[in-house]
């Protein structure tokens, strides 16, 4: 069983940073690609960032330097640091697995979710 356990969520100031984590059971590396995604309230679920199994990555546009994407194969985890911390990141982060098509950061290439972490950024 697939298993994606997200933690690290909290609310932060503006300007603040967070260290989301994911821990991955379950799932096959070799070909995968982990990723994070995020949904606000009223908005539909984007690509935050993504890591394959050669550690490429790719970024949501608006991403802009602030966020970090990495994995720890050792312990299974998947890691999110998100820096310069702006109000309109402010959603639902969730932890997603799925083929080496998910770089592309769409969400019809995701095979698993996990059940998300809230960050809420005040200004």
């Known amino acids: 069983v697939v298993q994606l356990v997200e933690s690290g969520g909290a609310s932060v100031q503006s300007g603040g940073s967070l260290r989301l984590s994911c821990a991955v059971s379950?799932?096959?590396?070799?070909?995968?690609?982990l990723a994070w995604f995020r949904q606000a309230p009223g908005k539909e679920r984007e690509g935050v960032a993504g890591i394959d199994s050669d550690g490429a990555i790719s970024y949501g546009d608006f991403v802009q330097g602030r966020f970090t994407i990495s994995q720890d194969k050792s312990k299974n985890t998947l890691y999110l640091q998100m820096n310069s911390l702006k109000p309109e990141d402010t959603a639902m982060y969730y932890c997603?697995?799925?083929?080496?098509?998910?770089?592309?950061?769409?969400?019809?290439?995701?095979?698993?979710w996990g059940q998300g972490t809230q960050v809420t950024v005040s200004s």
């Open positions: 997603a697995a799925g083929g080496s098509f998910l770089l592309a950061l769409l969400t019809s290439d995701v095979n698993y």
């Open positions: 379950g799932y096959t590396y070799s070909k995968a690609c």
